[in-house]
């Protein structure tokens, strides 16, 4: 088994694809693992076949729609006329735009690059050091994966045969615990950043966002369609009305619907976000496959069983072993993607988590919360390389500012690891 993740670790370093790199050790060793290729040969059918997973392009679609269409803006010029006389205001408007578009991409990533392009700009000229502004969005973007519909929780319900919907509720208070550091975060430092800890509003940028001269009830009136998305989207989830996938669809038909009625983009440009969601997705079930192969070789050589009798042997607490899957997370989460780390840790330690009777739940919202903050951690960070991208600041100059937020995202870890009640609240 060395061997296998040795090959696995040199085909990923010399950039081959995720896909790949779970892929090929498997089908070079299959002797070595007593296996044959008959064995595995309609496990990758059987991973992307999933009722669940069709929630993934779906909710992809609507994240690329709502980017093209300009609703992200209308949302953030909305949090701007609401949370504009608060001192420090735009900080605030970041964080809650996050939190937004969240809960409607389901993608950390794709949160970052919507809000960070928005937002950024306007936070420098009003006086905020880029680095900053950089940091905040990038840690803000976590919030896509905690609220629901969350593309990692998916992920990990379906590999490791846990209620999506229960996870997705399970989601909703460390998101509002993280959110809520976040902010105590931002108060601190934008009294001390800021001149006189006062935002700049000079008569350019005195107006919303879209810097339009229109009335705030116009421009609530422009967001109120896009309010109703997330609205839709969670109440059909959580009314039981809908599954997750049936709620997926239901808001993508709502997005294309109001899209089309307001005439928000072109047919080449919808074309295009329906393009780029469907190779997104695709990208994303071919992972899944070759993983599912992967993850299947390992359980037919006992490896899961196997870690979690070494686990049971060598570790007599729980609360010892939650403190170092937090740590092998943290350090997984910051060489690899969170969708592949999710399809490979996810299976792999979900039987030693049994061991100590902890529930699927909690562990599966330790887990996704793990390892997303993996993408605030170099060398993969990917949150941190948009964010910088969109403030137009080198990597360096976040560091200083990332330390506050990263902390208060290991308290919020720290607090969902071990208070139960912040994921277990529901029951």
């Known amino acids: 088994m060395v061997m296998i993740f040795f090959l696995m670790g040199i085909i ?17 060793s299959l002797d070595a693992l007593g296996l044959s290729i008959t064995s595995l040969s309609n496990i990758p059918y059987e991973e992307i076949s999933a009722f669940s997973l069709i929630a993934i392009p779906l909710f992809m679609f609507t994240g690329g ?27 605030y408007i970041a964080i809650a735009a996050s939190a937004l578009l969240g809960a409607i991409t389901g993608s950390s990533v794709a949160t970052v690059a919507a809000v960070g392009g928005i937002v950024s700009p306007e936070m420098i000229r009003r006086g905020y050091p880029a680095g900053y502004v950089a940091a905040l969005t990038a840690t803000a973007g976590l919030l896509g994966v905690l609220l629901p519909p969350s593309i990692p929780l998916i992920l990990y319900g379906a590999t490791v045969g846990v209620s999506v919907s229960q996870l997705f509720t399970a989601t909703l208070l460390p998101a509002a615990l993280m959110a809520a ?24 940028n005195n107006a919303p966002l879209d810097h339009q001269a229109v009335t705030p009830l116009r421009i609530a009136g422009r967001a109120s369609s896009v309010l109703l998305l997330p609205f839709i989207i969670l109440g059909g989830i959580y009314g039981g009305i809908m599954t997750p996938t049936e709620a997926a669809a239901v ?24 393009r780029e969601a469907v190779i997104t997705g695709a990208g994303i079930l071919f992972v899944i496959a070759l993983t599912g192969v992967f993850n299947r070789a390992m359980v037919l050589n006992q490896v899961p069983q196997d870690l979690a009798i070494w686990v049971a042997t060598h570790i007599e607490s729980p609360l010892v072993f939650l403190l170092t899957v937090n740590v092998v997370l943290l350090v997984v989460g910051s060489f690899m993607e969170t969708n592949a780390s999710i399809l ?18 909690h562990f599966g919202i330790i887990v996704a919360t793990n390892l997303e903050i993996g993408l605030l951690t170099p060398p993969m960070a990917a949150n941190l390389y948009v ?33 139960p009640f912040f994921t277990l609240w529901f029951r």
Not at 69 to 76: H, N, R, T, Y
Not at 345 to 354: E, H, K, N, S
């Open 387 to 419: 964010a910088a991208r969109a403030a137009n600041v080198p990597m360096l100059k976040m560091l200083r500012y990332l330390a506050y937020f990263f902390t208060a995202a290991l308290i919020g870890q720290a607090l969902i690891t071990y208070v």
């Open 65 to 91: 729609l709502m980017s093209a269409s300009g609703m992200a803006k209308e949302l953030i010029a909305l949090s701007d006329v609401a949370l504009g006389r608060i001192r420090g205001a735009f900080g």
């Open 12 to 28: 990923l370093l010399v950039g081959a694809p995720l896909a790949v790199g779970f892929g090929l050790p498997i089908f070079f």
């Open 181 to 204: 550091l976040f902010l105590v975060v931002h108060v601190l430092l934008s009294r001390r950043l800021l001149p006189q800890g006062v935002e700049q509003r000079t008569s350019e």
């Open 344 to 361: 490979l840790m996810g299976p792999l330690l979900a039987p030693a988590a049994a061991q100590f009777n902890i529930d699927p739940v």
């Open 251 to 274: 808001g993508c038909l709502y997005a294309v619907v109001v899209v089309v009625l307001r005439r928000m983009v072109s047919h080449k440009v919808m074309a295009g976000a329906l």
